[in-house]
C-alpha cells in the first residue's frame, strides 16, 4: 500500500513538473566545481543541429533506417565512438548537448547516448 502511494506521489510530482528527472544532471553539471565526464555509447547519432537530431528521433520511431543512413552518408550526422568521453552542456527533452574531450564542437544527440 505504502509502496503504490510513494509511486503515485512521485509520479505526480513528475507530472506536474516539480521534479524533473533531468534537472539532477543539470545541477551536477553546474553546481560542480570540476566538470563531469560522460562516455557515449556509439550507437545513436549525433549532430551540430538540434533540427537533425528531433529529425532523426522520428526516423528511428518509424524504423526508417535509410534515412538515417542518408543523414550519416551527407555528413549531417554521425556516429561517435563508444566510450568517447564528452560533457554534458545543455538537457533539451530527451535530446543533449555534449563536446567531446579536447574538441570545440557542440553536437546534439539522444540522452541515452551518455552515461556516467
Given at each position: 500500500m505504502?509502496?503504490?502511494?510513494?509511486?503515485?506521489?512521485?509520479?505526480?510530482?513528475?507530472?506536474t513538473g516539480y521534479v524533473n528527472p533531468l534537472q539532477s544532471l543539470?545541477?551536477?553539471?553546474?553546481?560542480c566545481s570540476t566538470p563531469?565526464?560522460?562516455?557515449?555509447?556509439?550507437?545513436?547519432?549525433?549532430?551540430v543541429s538540434k533540427?537533425?537530431?528531433?529529425?532523426?528521433v522520428e526516423y528511428y520511431s518509424n524504423g526508417?533506417?535509410?534515412?538515417?543512413?542518408?543523414l550519416l552518408k551527407s555528413g549531417l550526422a554521425i556516429k561517435l565512438k563508444p566510450g568517447t568521453e564528452v560533457f554534458l552542456l545543455e538537457v533539451?527533452?530527451?535530446i543533449v548537448k555534449?563536446?567531446?574531450k579536447g574538441q570545440i564542437l557542440e553536437l546534439w544527440t539522444y540522452r541515452e547516448e551518455i552515461y556516467f
Open positions: 505504502y509502496t503504490k502511494l510513494l509511486l503515485f506521489c512521485v509520479i505526480g510530482m513528475i507530472w543539470e545541477a551536477k553539471e553546474k553546481y563531469l565526464i560522460y562516455y557515449t555509447e556509439g550507437v545513436y547519432v549525433a549532430s533540427r537533425i537530431i528531433i529529425d532523426a526508417d533506417t535509410d534515412a538515417i543512413e542518408k533539451d527533452l530527451g555534449i563536446r567531446v
